[in-house]
């Protein structure tokens, strides 16, 4: 899990500032995966003794889970840029965090009951995501890291 985290890192602080329409970004990918989430603990909710294997890598879910972590750190540092509040700048600090720990649990072989559970909680964790950045507040945060190139000509 060291390489998914290190992975996060790097590519945040590399990334460019924020599209103006990444708060949307982010509720568009929240809503894909907690469908996705909330399917697959459907599937495991059948069998819930059963062992399952680990997620590969490679799991276009984990892809999925670690961009939304890679979002809203993102976002969480377009919130403290811009001088925003900061309970939001926590909570999208805080959702980034969590949803890393919730690859790792399903990064490790365990019982269709437990990534059931693992699934569930992230399909909470991003329809809460979906539902914070659809706020004025994330959307302003989002834009405040885009500069106009006319106003900047200006200066």
Same mark, same amino acid.
Do not use: K, N, W
């Given at each position: 899990?060291? @390489?998914?985290?290190? +992975?996060?890192?790097?590519?945040? !602080?590399? $990334?460019?500032?924020? =599209?103006? #329409?990444? /708060?949307? @970004?982010?509720?568009? +990918?929240?809503?894909?995966?907690? !469908?996705? $989430?909330?399917?697959? =603990?459907? #599937?495991? /909710?059948?069998?819930?003794?059963?062992?399952?294997?680990?997620?590969?890598?490679?799991?276009?879910?984990?892809?999925?889970?670690?961009?939304?972590?890679?979002?809203?750190?993102?976002?969480?540092?377009?919130?403290?840029?811009?001088?925003?509040?900061?309970?939001?700048?926590?909570?999208?600090?805080?959702?980034?965090?969590?949803?890393?720990?919730?690859?790792?649990?399903?990064?490790?072989?365990?019982?269709?009951?437990?990534?059931?559970?693992?699934?569930?909680?992230?399909?909470?964790?991003?329809?809460?995501?979906?539902?914070?950045?659809?706020?004025?507040?994330?959307?302003?945060?989002?834009?405040?890291?885009?500069?106009?190139?006319?106003?900047?000509?200006?200066?």
């Amino acid at each position: 899990m060291f @390489a998914h985290t290190l +992975l996060i890192i790097v590519q945040a !602080a590399s $990334a460019p500032h924020l =599209a103006p #329409d990444a /708060a949307q @970004a982010l509720v568009t +990918l929240s809503h894909s995966l907690e !469908a996705e $989430a909330q399917r697959r =603990a459907q #599937d495991m /909710a059948r069998s819930p003794a059963a062992p399952v294997d680990a997620l590969p890598v490679q799991d276009p879910f984990l892809t999925e889970l670690s961009e939304f972590s890679l979002r809203t750190y993102q976002l969480s540092r377009a919130v403290d840029e811009s001088g925003g509040p900061t309970d939001l700048r926590c909570i999208f600090r805080g959702m980034s965090e969590d949803a890393q720990h919730r690859a790792d649990l399903l990064s490790h072989t365990a019982t269709r009951a437990d990534h059931a559970r693992v699934y569930q909680e992230i399909a909470r964790l991003t329809g809460q995501a979906a539902e914070i950045a659809a706020t004025p507040d994330a959307q302003a945060a989002a834009l405040s890291a885009y500069s106009c190139p006319v106003e900047a000509t200006d200066q």
